[in-house]
């Protein structure tokens, strides 16, 4: 039993490390409608940055300032560049173009910072909370505790800021109609460039603790396949849905992988291990089934 | 001038309803065909065949599955890449399973194998739409490519899941020339895209599409989605398990699970976008498009740079390649989201009335 | 609009003209063609780039020295992504090119090698892996055109067991060893030699699979510190090294007891997983370090002379750039041995190179002469063996570089081989191969 709450612990921590790649999408989904396939891309990009910039010696905190400009950079520059010519195209070509925006990503971050794998040491070792280990013979990582610290900060963050400022309101506004927020003055381009800026924002963080978790190179971008089961999950337009979505997926991946696989091969006989790449979607799918618009999406009412 | 229709009269229903009414069009794929099928086999080098014109045809094949679903039922799909994965091992099962199994028939039941899968895969359709769903493919993606790492019975117990196909012959004619291998595949590849071309005209067809645009509607008019959504992903699935089989067979030669990967089925995903969603010449386009303008990148790029000079490493050469492969898809998307088979179009428009305008 | 379409016609007879001016343009006779399918970006071109930059150097280098008896290396890279229908791609573009006077071909992917066996033979080329790809080719009676050189995922496990029972006092009987392995071909090449050595030596064998990409383990660690096993022997590959090492810390598994393959040991696998991979070992054909006194000279010479392939010179030394170097190294003995006895001083045909390759003999004298003593092993290949050693090494990582940690270990032939032989009979009879008769050839 004990080992089954480690598990489900050590689960539900990872899960909040998808969460914070799946708040990219929702963020950027949300205000434009874009399914912005680059996210993973945008991860590997931050980290890269975060740790180009450190290696020209600069601190971590103005590395990390200097990398959110970048970020900030790129996002308007996207806006300007790619959105802003596609406007009132079907969402698939907005979709395929962010596909692109991710291939274009991949070539040029490692042109601008080399693509070597590195390091990314943010003082924070990944090592068993010793006290708990001694009592509960438990394994919680330090790490881990503070990236879920991290990521509910910037959950607590972003709320508070689409609830409560004036450009968060806008962004709302924004969500629910674009045409209605055109109509009331609201700049739907700024608005846009904002929001990728804020994605940008997240990205940066989830690149910071992905990268000094397993090294920042180009491996980042498939964090993005972590986040997608999430993301169906918890709904494509839900903050609050990315990080449940996240929690779960993390958990019962986790535990599946610890005890499905001995069923399995009590059936078939054989090895059945590595089911991590196919459970959360499969789970996500059959849970899509009861609930189409996901844990907290919108319903989508049809009309003919 | 060239592409008018005028003077041609339709005195028969038959004569109205054929796949191409026009003329210019019936002239045109004939000259294809012919060029295709006599002009290519003499003239084409082994590269052309083994690295150009087998695997274009293959992935247009692939495309033109992904196409019927996403572009004509609208339903879209990330896990093509998976289907073509069955095939391909359903039909090498076929092979080295049933003894004097012919190749042809191996590579249809192939397919259908492909469609069973299909269908399986596409009952979620009937409950989640869009992204949703384009996010539930994925599981067929991953679990498909899964199966076929852990069961070691479809892989015929090789110790790596590695298969390695047999030769390919038919009634005792041996595929073993590049030339032979490419005339197979077109032969298959002609027939599935003329078949497709009329399925699209069908009742079938016009089901499909009147779900994708509007698929409350479409119900209310009284087409059975389950059936029309179902027949979909199944037909899609065999032209993708068809494509899968002669990627193993004519192609490749040896395939592992682990190459039927996300990234092919986001390639086979940019042919059809690229090309033209919802039309059969887009699926063509699209993946001669795709398989076509790395390899121009790959020999153009060097040789540019050492044009003008610049002292490019080889790693520089391959980051700048991928940025303008991403650039010139966005840049399609923006001049041209319909795609190259618009771009087709929009010339046929201008030949019907050039050189005289007015 | 028709203005349009004279520019889209513009374009494109630009285009075309490109095209046309990268084809293949005539080159000297005197020069041995090596095409190298390499790739130097997407999920792997860091490990790429050391590779194929070490390749390159020593062919630049070995130019330098004025050849081989003479004649001149040549080559082309084209990029391949690490996917194999670009591989093949590649392949069949230089193909036209080695057809005269190839040298042996290396793609350093399991995936496109197993893509390119039938092809090059069929085309009568010969590919080389080292390390890699398909590992049966070993029955050089089955695959004449392939040569998995030095060794072989499977002989490398077995020298992993053999160093962990002599490191026990000679016995695993009772222990618990765990592998974990990246669940694709590659990972899963090893399971049968590690449960054939189990079964001689009473180990338990763990197996626990990790799904691509491998960027989490939670679960697979976690059922690791349930199971307690004596070591772990790990096959994996890209991110999931860094990712193993940094989970075996976060619960407080002893890198010491954790041994990669030979694809889980270079820099690249340990530098990002910083303080955790203290420790760690694994198993490697070739050293690392400028100690060797061919990279040394290789520095000296060619990027005293600019003519360099790296950008970043710091990679210099690295695993993976010697085992380029090695690569290169056992290449260029292979042309070396075909023209002792086809003509000294000239280009070899596919043929000639073949027979080189299977005739390569070089012994640690000769390694002397070459300034890479250390550097890899003894090799020695024939029809039937076309590996030809079986010897790795292990090293570990000590937080700043790798240090060898023993001598060259040899894997047991006698268990091994039979299984490659086996998988060889089957491959020859699903493909209609009658293999050649190796008493037959000199």
């Known amino acids: ?304 | 001038m060239f592409y008018r229709e005028t003077g041609q009269f339709k005195t028969s229903y038959a004569a109205d309803q054929q796949i191409f009414p026009i003329r210019q069009d019936r002239i045109g794929i004939v000259l294809l065909l012919a060029f295709a099928f006599l002009a290519l086999p003499l003239f084409a080098s082994n590269y052309w065949f083994n690295a150009i014109l087998i695997p274009f045809l293959i992935f247009a094949l692939a495309a033109l599955g992904l196409n019927i679903l996403t572009g004509y039922a609208g339903q879209l799909s990330l896990g093509s890449a998976a289907f073509m994965a069955v095939g391909a091992y359903a039909a090498y099962n076929f092979q080295v399973r049933v003894d004097g199994m012919p190749v042809l028939l191996s590579f249809i039941l192939a397919g259908m194998t492909a469609a069973g899968v299909g269908i399986l895969f596409g009952l979620p359709s009937l409950r989640i739409k869009g992204f949703y769903l384009a996010v539930a493919t994925l599981a067929a993606q991953f679990f498909i490519v899964w199966c076929l790492t852990k069961f070691p019975y479809l892989s015929n117990n090789s110790s790596s899941g590695v298969i390695s196909v047999p030769n390919v012959e038919i009634l005792g004619f041996k595929f073993d020339t590049p030339q032979s291998r490419y005339l197979l595949v077109l032969t298959i590849v002609s027939v599935l895209a003329l078949l497709a071309k009329n399925m699209v005209r069908s009742t079938t067809g016009r089901a499909w599409m009147a779900v994708r645009d509007m698929d409350v509607a479409a119900e209310v008019i009284g087409i059975r989605l389950m059936r029309t959504k179902l027949l979909a992903f199944a037909v899609s699935s065999f032209y993708c398990g068809v494509a899968g089989a002669l990627y193993a067979f004519c192609y490749l030669g040896s395939v592992e699970p682990d190459g039927f990967s996300l990234d092919l089925s986001f390639k086979i995903l940019f042919m059809i976008i690229v090309g033209g969603v919802g039309s059969i010449l887009g699926s063509f386009l699209g993946a001669a498009f795709i398989l076509l303008l790395p390899i121009f990148l790959d020999i153009a790029l060097p040789a540019l740079s050492e044009l003008l000079g610049l002292p490019f490493g080889s790693a520089t050469v391959s980051h700048i390649q991928l940025m303008i492969f991403g650039a010139l898809i966005m840049f399609f998307l923006i001049v041209e989201p319909h795609g190259l088979a618009r771009l087709w179009q929009i010339g046929k428009e201008k030949l019907r009335l050039w050189p005289f305008p007015h | ?442």
């Open chain 1, 1 to 304: 039993m004990q080992f089954f709450f480690e598990v489900l612990i050590g689960g539900l921590l990872s899960g909040v490390m998808y969460s914070l790649v799946a708040l990219g999408f929702v963020l950027i989904f949300k205000a434009s409608g874009v399914f912005n396939f680059a996210q993973g891309a945008m991860v590997f990009f931050a980290a890269l940055s975060l740790v180009g910039f450190m290696e020209h010696g600069a601190p971590l905190w103005l590395a990390f300032i200097l990398a959110f400009v970048v970020m900030t950079l790129f996002g308007i520059a996207t806006e300007k560049f790619v959105l802003r010519k596609m406007v009132n195209q079907p969402p698939i070509a907005l979709f395929m173009a962010t596909i692109g925006l991710s291939f274009f990503i991949d070539g040029f971050a490692p042109l601008l910072w080399g693509n070597e794998v590195r390091a990314l040491d943010i003082g924070l070792v990944d090592e068993p909370i010793p006290w708990i280990l001694d009592n509960w013979n438990m394994v919680i990582s330090k790490f881990d505790l503070f990236a879920a610290g991290l990521a509910l900060a910037l959950v607590a963050l972003l709320a508070l800021f689409f609830q409560y400022t004036r450009i968060g309101r806008a962004l709302r506004a924004v969500a629910d109609d674009h045409q209605a927020a055109l109509s009331i003055g609201i700049p739907l381009q700024h608005i846009w460039a904002l929001v990728w800026a804020v994605a940008g924002f997240v990205a940066l963080v989830a690149g910071m603790l992905w990268g000094s978790r397993n090294g920042v190179q180009f491996a980042l971008t498939f964090t993005a396949l972590k986040a997608l089961p999430v993301l169906i999950l918890g709904g494509f337009t839900s903050v609050p849905g990315a990080i449940v979505g996240g929690l779960i997926i993390g958990a019962s991946e986790k535990l599946a992988e610890i005890y499905i696989p001995p069923v399995m091969a009590g059936w078939f006989g054989g090895n059945f291990g590595g089911i991590e790449g196919w459970f959360p979607y499969v789970m996500a799918l059959l849970f899509l089934l009861v609930r189409p618009e996901g844990l907290f999406g919108e319903k989508h009412i049809d009309r003919v």
């Open chain 3, 1 to 442: 609009m028709i203005k349009k379409f004279k520019q889209i016609a513009i374009a494109t007879s630009v285009a075309a003209a490109c095209f046309s001016a990268a084809l293949p343009s005539a080159y000297a006779a005197e020069e041995q063609f090596f095409m190298l399918p390499s790739y130097r970006v997407g999920p792997y071109g860091a490990n790429g780039q050391s590779f194929y930059g070490g390749f390159i150097d020593y062919l630049t280098y070995v130019n330098m020295k004025g050849g081989m008896n003479g004649v001149q290396n040549a080559w082309e890279e084209c990029e391949t992504e690490y996917n194999t229908a670009k591989g093949v791609e590649c392949y069949e573009r230089l193909k036209s090119k080695a057809k005269a006077f190839p040298g042996p071909i290396h793609t350093m992917s399991t995936g496109i090698s197993y893509a390119l066996v039938d092809k090059t033979a069929a085309d009568k080329l010969p590919l080389a892996m080292q390390g890699y790809g398909l590992t049966s080719a070993v029955d050089g009676s089955v695959f004449p055109w392939a040569f998995p050189l030095v060794t072989t995922y499977q002989m490398q496990a077995s020298a992993i067991i053999k160093f962990l029972k002599d490191k026990n006092g000679g016995s695993l009987a009772g222990k618990k060893i765990v592998f974990l392995y990246h669940d694709s071909a590659y990972g899963k090449e090893p399971i049968l030699a590690l449960e054939a050595e189990g079964r001689l030596n009473k180990y338990e064998l763990v197996q626990i699979p990790v799904a691509h990409p491998g960027n989490e383990q939670g679960a697979q660690w976690q059922r690791i510190r349930q199971e307690k096993p004596d070591y772990v022997i790990m096959w994996g590959w890209g991110v999931m090294n860094m990712t193993a090492i940094k989970t075996a810390q976060k619960m407080g598994f002893p890198r010491d007891r954790m041994i990669g393959s030979w694809w889980a040991g270079s820099e690249e696998d340990v530098i990002p997983a910083g303080d955790a991979a203290k420790g760690y070992m694994s198993a490697t054909w070739n050293v690392a370090g400028k100690g060797v006194p061919l990279i040394a000279d290789i520095e000296k010479t060619v990027y005293g002379a600019g003519k360099g392939n790296m950008k970043d010179t710091s990679k210099l030394g690295t695993i993976l750039y010697n085992r380029g170097v090695s690569a290169a190294v056992l290449s260029v003995e292979a042309l070396l041995t075909a023209q002792a006895k086809y003509g000294k001083g000239k280009a070899m045909n596919a043929e000639q190179v073949r027979w080189g390759l299977e005739n390569l003999n070089i012994t640690e004298a000769r390694l002397k002469e070459l300034g890479a003593t250390g550097l890899l092993p003894d090799v020695k290949t024939s029809c039937s063996n076309h590996e030809g050693s079986g010897k790795v090494k292990m090293q570990q990582w000590d937080g700043s570089k790798w240090t060898p940690l023993t001598d060259w270990i040899e894997g047991n032939k006698t268990l091994i081989h039979p299984l490659f032989q086996a998988d060889a009979a089957k491959y020859a009879k699903e493909k209609g191969i009658t293999p050649r008769d190796c008493s037959k050839e000199k």
